[in-house]
């Protein structure tokens, strides 16, 4: 039997765990998939929902003689967040966005509830680069992150719930309606990394799925 998961550019290992903690270590093959799918999915919906200039992967301004308080802050010259975009929080007011998907139940998080956990992802996040983009850039910044089973922190759970309002305003559909489809696309999006990082892949090189081509139930 082929299997063959379509939106994925590049084929993974294939990989047969036989046991639970076995599970969860492959879960790690996939990290980069699962990371890039959910920044490609939300600069998707943020061009739904009528935000102006999304950019993927904008590079930050370099440096020159700022300083900072905190010295976890990242100052090198290529450093770069994943999805910048205009109109998030305000119609002029542009917002950077980096993202992190974990696995609640690897090592270093598996002492610590989920809530923890994601309070302490989002922390480590804001004192990499919330300091720099504040200061240098002049944009808010948020991170988004979320467990690999779903859950969102309460950055990426407000980040979302903008954007469902936007596009509700945008649609004439109920805010409801739109929550619930973002909501999924969000699951179905860590079904397939999860899917990818359990079995591997199994069929013929394919090229990432077209945006034209995603399943839009809004239309």
């Known amino acids: 039997m082929i299997f063959q998961l379509r939106g994925f550019r590049e084929p993974v290992p294939v990989v047969r765990p ?4 076995t599970v ?3 879960l790690g093959v996939a990290v980069y998939l699962r990371h890039n799918q959910l920044r ?6 943020l061009e739904e929902a009528g935000c102006k200039d999304v950019i993927v992967e904008p590079r930050l301004l370099p440096l020159s003689t700022e300083t900072f308080h905190l010295r ?18 305000s119609p002029m007011e542009r917002t950077l966005l980096d993202f992190r998907v974990f696995n609640s139940l690897a090592p270093s998080n598996a002492a610590l509830s989920v809530t923890q956990a994601l309070d302490k992802h989002e922390q480590e996040k804001k004192r990499c680069y919330g300091e720099r983009v504040i200061q240098v850039e002049k944009f808010s910044f948020s991170p988004a992150v979320l467990s690999t089973s779903g859950v969102m922190g309460d950055e990426a759970d407000r980040m979302y719930k ?10 004439n559909l109920s805010y409801e309606d739109c929550i619930r489809y973002i909501r999924q696309r969000i699951s179905f999006s860590l079904i397939k990394t999860l899917v ?11 090229e990432r799925v077209q945006k034209d081509s995603d399943l839009n139930i809004l239309k």
């Open 18 to 21: 036989t046991t639970w903690s």
């Open 24 to 26: 969860y270590r492959v």
């Open 40 to 45: 490609d999915l939300t600069a998707n919906l």
């Open 72 to 89: 976890s802050t990242i100052t090198g010259d290529d450093a770069r967040l994943d999805v910048a975009a205009r109109g998030i929080w």
């Open 162 to 171: 903008q954007i469902a309002q936007r596009l509700a305003a945008r649609t």
């Open 196 to 206: 990818v990082s359990r079995r591997g892949f199994l069929g013929t090189r394919c």
